[in-house]
């Protein structure tokens, strides 16, 4: 299916005259097309589907404005781009087209005659001050630039009445541009001085004196005036509705990067005033502060104490925003809550998104307490609530044959609005997914995804890979993923398991783990493969495994744990974890979690102990990584691939220049999945199969 697109010009115009109609129906004998005329996922394909972000609605409830990012094949990059799709999903439009120039963030003047959004445009010295505000007039004409802040705007939020931007503005790095620094004045960049107990973080690099603040710009004069300041970092910030006040969170320790203790704030509207603490809760306060449409309370999530923060688990609370005792709405409810968080219009209610096995599901309580609604059901993803008319919603929603795209939620039920990738998945046949449930050897029930090749034949043993997800506080769950779809276009059954320490099953499954890595997610990775063995569809002489980030390290406890594995990959992944203190950026988890190595060290050689003991590895291992990765760097991946070198195993090392911890530039997006389906073809089909 796909909408009819209008021209920017006649929407904004006033839409004046008749509407364009869409129909949504399908193209004369499309609805009788079967999988067998549909061919299987290809690599060119990655470069095919459109990422749909950011659904915001209009003042007037009429129109749904998005993001989509796609490929640019040729020039080797990732653009976005704003476009908008009345609430029936008749008419849609594009509104940024400009090359070289990814848009993001857009969000529409109270009184819906603008939209706004971020973007980084013109000319070489214009780019270096990073993202600004651009505007777009719902009248008619190109979009004009709003902001000119030295600074990257990373953030902002429309005053109530319009006239002012709530800016969350990131400090300018002088060292952008050496030659204009004070007592440097040099093409070559200075020297990089760290005093800080954090001192690195992936793609920020190494961390200075540089932080985020708030800035309150005026939109008719076009003027900035700072409203925080101080070695902080100001996030989330939105302002209450009649205007007054801003909340924001921030971290006031007297060392920031020692404890993840984040607290809301409020602070007036107004340059000078001070900000006030309004949490009191030791540990991480989260989310962006939702006001209550009266300006008295304010709704955000509370985590768990900073010991933790690897395994947190948000509940939704209340505090007064003049200050007083915070209520927790959620302590019944053993599954985390995620934002954004939305008001009823009478302040009665709150909805939300929960992360629940394997799915999330947009809820509602009452904002006294009480039962929980659910809204949505179903085997899909959902999220990016954003509030319509009459306590309607646009959304975002996914599932495992669908990527995601927007719906509204309406009368109790999700309607679809955006068809984004239908042309390009009409005529592809998709692996099938289905639930499954098995027991480790202690008794613990393990729940996980079961990915089955589109010509799957019941009765016929097929090679399986073990796909492990990061996190380890994350889940796999029923959204559209192009890596397992791949893999089992390629003729692989996929196991996506949901290891102790994932998120959607509870606090206890969640902080299983802690100080224990690499003993009961491995208990629980190999449950799923006997499971698989058992129900007589992998075959146990053609098993993989693989992962990334955490999927990556515990790759290397699980071969390190059990030889049954013909094939490995651990990409951005670590075994040596000694080494990895004051390698990467989780200092602060160290040091609460396992205590520091001097003091703790039969810990730190406990969860060592894929490196010092690989003579256990005989899998054939690929290690992947990017070379400019703080989250867990390169040197993980390279210890292991030399470990294994020295002993003979068959390896391979491959590192993605000024990648990060995720791998970002299109052809090596590709060239990972290619080097993925080479690697195990090698060792896990029969020769003159692919």
């Known amino acids: 299916m796909t ?3 209008v021209t920017r010009t006649r929407l904004f115009a006033g839409l004046c005259g008749a509407a364009l109609t869409l129909a949504m129906l399908l193209a004369p004998g499309a609805a009788a097309q079967t999988a067998t005329t549909k061919r299987p996922l290809t690599l060119d394909d990655l470069a095919k589907q459109r990422g749909v972000n950011d659904p915001q609605v209009s003042p007037d409830g009429k129109w749904i404005a998005y993001t989509v990012s796609t490929i ?8 976005s781009d704003v476009w908008m799709i009345s609430w029936d999903g008749a008419d849609r439009v594009r509104l940024t087209s400009l090359p070289d120039s990814s848009e993001s963030m857009p969000r529409w003047s109270p009184d819906g005659r603008y939209l706004a959004f971020i973007a980084t445009r013109g000319d070489e010295e214009e780019k270096k001050k990073g993202g600004q505000v651009w505007l777009l007039d719902r009248r008619g004409g190109e979009a004009q630039k709003l902001t000119d802040i030295k600074g990257s705007v990373s953030e902002y939020a429309w005053s109530p ?5 709530l800016l969350v503005v990131d400090d300018f790095d002088p060292k952008s541009d050496p030659e204009k620094m004070d007592g440097w004045k040099r093409k070559t960049k200075p020297p990089i001085v760290i005093d800080r107990y954090h001192f690195k973080q992936d793609r920020e690099g190494y961390l200075e004196s540089l932080h985020s603040h708030l800035q309150l710009f005026d939109v008719g004069a076009r003027k900035a005036e700072i409203l925080t300041s101080g070695n902080y970092d100001e996030k989330s910030a939105s302002w209450s509705p009649d205007g007054r006040l801003i909340a924001f969170v ?11 203790n984040r607290d809301v704030f409020v602070v007036e509207a107004k340059a000078g005033a001070e900000p006030r603490k309004l949490t009191t809760f030791p540990g991480p306060d989260g989310g962006r502060p939702s006001w209550s449409p009266d300006s008295q309370s304010i709704a955000y999530l509370q985590g768990d104490e900073p010991k933790y923060t690897a395994y947190n688990l948000n509940k939704l609370a209340v505090v007064p925003a003049a200050g007083g005792a915070a209520r927790l709405l959620t302590t019944s409810l053993d599954r985390a809550v995620q934002g954004p968080i939305v008001w009823s219009a009478d302040g009665k209610s709150l909805t939300f998104v929960v992360q629940d096995d394997r799915v999330t599901y947009a809820a509602r309580i009452p904002a006294a307490g009480g039962a929980i609604e659910k809204l949505t059901t179903g085997r899909r993803i959902v999220s990016s609530l954003a509030p319509g008319t009459d306590g309607r919603f646009a959304l975002l929603s996914a599932t495992a044959n669908e990527p995601a795209e927007v719906y509204v939620l309406e009368n109790g039920h999700l309607r679809r609005v955006t068809h984004e990738n239908d042309e390009w998945l009409a005529n592809i046949q998709l692996a099938s997914t289905e639930d499954f449930t098995c027991k480790a050897k202690d008794g613990t029930e393990v729940h996980g995804l079961m990915i089955k090749p589109p010509s799957y034949v019941a009765g016929r043993k097929y090679p399986t890979l073990l796909n492990i997800h990061g996190g380890p506080n994350g889940q796999d769950e029923y959204g559209f993923s192009f890596d397992r779809q791949f893999l089992a276009a390629s003729g692989y059954v996929v196991l996506a398991v949901n290891y102790r320490g994932s998120a959607g099953r509870g606090n206890a499954y969640q902080k299983a783990i802690f100080a224990d890595w690499g003993n009961k997610e491995v208990m629980d990775l190999l449950a799923a493969v006997d499971y698989a063995v058992a129900s007589g569809v992998a075959d146990p002489d053609r098993l993989g495994i693989g992962g990334w980030s955490y999927g990556g390290i515990l790759t290397d406890y699980t071969t390190a744990s059990d030889p049954r ?3 490995a990959i651990a990409g951005a992944g670590s075994a040596l974890q000694l080494s990895m203190y004051g390698s990467d950026e989780y200092v602060a988890q160290y040091d609460l979690e396992l205590g520091p190595p001097w003091k703790n ?33 390169i ?4 210890q292991m691939y030399q470990a294994l070198r020295s002993m003979g195993v068959d390896t391979e090392l491959v590192v993605y220049p000024g990648q990060y911890h995720g791998i970002t530039t299109p052809s090596y997006v590709r060239d990972r999945l290619q080097r993925y389906r080479d690697w195990y073809n090698k060792y896990l089909m029969p020769k003159g199969t692919t």
């Open 3 to 5: 909408n009819r697109q």
């Open 72 to 79: 640019d094949v040729e020039k080797d990059r990732r653009d």
């Open 161 to 165: 009445d319009g006239k002012r931007l």
């Open 250 to 260: 921030s971290n006031h320790e007297k060392d920031p990067d020692r404890v993840d």
């Open 565 to 567: 594995f013909k094939a």
């Open 601 to 633: 060290l039969d810990a730190w050689l406990r969860v060592s102990y894929p490196f010092l003991h690989a003579d256990r590895i005989k899998t054939p291992t690929l290690y992947l990584g990017g070379q400019s990765d703080f989250n867990v760097p």
């Open 635 to 638: 040197i993980g991946g390279e």
